[in-house]
């Protein structure tokens, strides 16, 4: 055998992230702070937390998981994310309090996107959107427990966005195409990712930022990003790209099962703190300083 062939994009992205180094500029630097705005709102960190569907309740405990991590959001004061769920779930969600992005699937019921979207906004939730990376399926259109996905149109994507006066998040963009036409389309945030490597060679979510920041240069859509975040480096990395923030995913879930809130809150405390360090040992001391100035990508 010539060579090991590796279609994971998992593991191409993990290999991607870890051959981007980062330099020192230490003389006159201070110690950076990780506040960030999004959406006219004051966060204390461009970290955030994953679209999760379906964490039920672990062991006895009293709250489902995805409640114990919007609590943790909460307590961060981070922005916080939710996908796949029935009404019912999403407000127990709403009702932790935190600031929460409903993210909801492309269902070929099309009366269930728009009764989602309506619900979310008149719940209190801070954006609505959908990932559209879970579209199609090897048979077509995907299932997804049991619920069929339809294709999604730009005039669709356009009809979402003029349901809410909320702000609209188009969640699995992997490239610059898609990246315009959801600014097109009245966007106000995208999160480029491939959804935990759906797609077989997915190209890294770190290495179509940098081109996709320069398609949206002056066009009011902010860019997070996810896929393989699993420290503040990651992050740092992330923002250095083009990235306007940050979501951990499956990287929370061990914190989460062991410890509820206070894990996560213990995790992403932790994720936030190494971006400080980083940002402060290169000279950023806001997030919005941040540039791809101190970033090397390893050759190879
Ligand atoms: C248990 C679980 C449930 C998820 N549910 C959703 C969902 O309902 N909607 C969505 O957009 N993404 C969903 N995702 C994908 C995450 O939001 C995120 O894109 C992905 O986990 C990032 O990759 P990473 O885990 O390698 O960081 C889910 C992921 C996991 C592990």
Redesign the pocket.
């Known amino acids: 055998m010539g060579y090991e062939r590796i279609s994971d994009a ?1 593991e191409i ?1 993990a290999r991607y992230m870890d051959s981007i180094l980062i330099e020192e500029r230490l003389i006159d630097s201070v110690v950076a702070s990780t506040k960030t705005e999004f959406f006219g709102t004051e966060f204390d960190s461009p970290v955030m937390t ?6 039920g309740k672990y062991g006895d405990r009293q709250l489902t998981g995805l409640e114990e991590y919007s609590i943790a959001a909460k307590e961060l004061n981070i922005l916080n ?5 029935e009404n019912d779930w999403f407000r127990k969600v709403i009702d932790t309090g935190a600031k929460t992005v409903r ?1 909801v ?1 492309p269902y070929a019921d099309h009366g269930k996107v728009i009764d989602q979207m309506k619900y979310a906004e008149a719940a209190g939730a801070f954006g609505i959107g959908m ?1 559209i ?2 579209i199609f399926g090897e048979n077509g259109l995907d299932v ?1 427990i049991g619920e069929e996905m339809a294709e999604q149109t730009s005039e669709m994507l356009r009809e979402y966005v003029e349901l809410t006066s909320l702000p609209f998040v188009v ?2 963009v992997l490239s610059v195409a898609d990246a315009v036409k959801c600014a097109d389309i009245g966007a106000k945030a995208i ?1 480029v ?5 759906r797609l077989p060679y997915a190209v890294p979510p770190m290495m179509v930022l940098p081109k996709i920041k320069e398609a949206l240069k002056g066009r009011d859509v902010k860019i997070i990003v ?5 420290s503040g480096a990651d992050v740092y990395k992330a923002l250095a790209l083009g990235a306007d923030a940050a ?5 929370m ?1 061990p914190s989460l099962e062991a410890d509820a809130a206070e894990g996560v809150r213990g995790f992403i405390g932790h994720v936030t703190n190494e971006l400080r360090f980083i940002m402060s040992c290169t000279g950023f001391a806001t997030v919005r300083e941040i540039d791809d100035s101190c970033i090397y990508v390893k050759a190879g």
Do not use: E, Q
């Open positions: 998992n992205t994953p679209a999760f569907s379906h964490l994310f939710v996908g796949m769920t993210i699937k990932d990376d879970h997804v969640k699995g999160i990712s491939h959804h935990h490597g996810d896929c393989g975040i699993a979501a951990v995913g499956r990287s879930l």
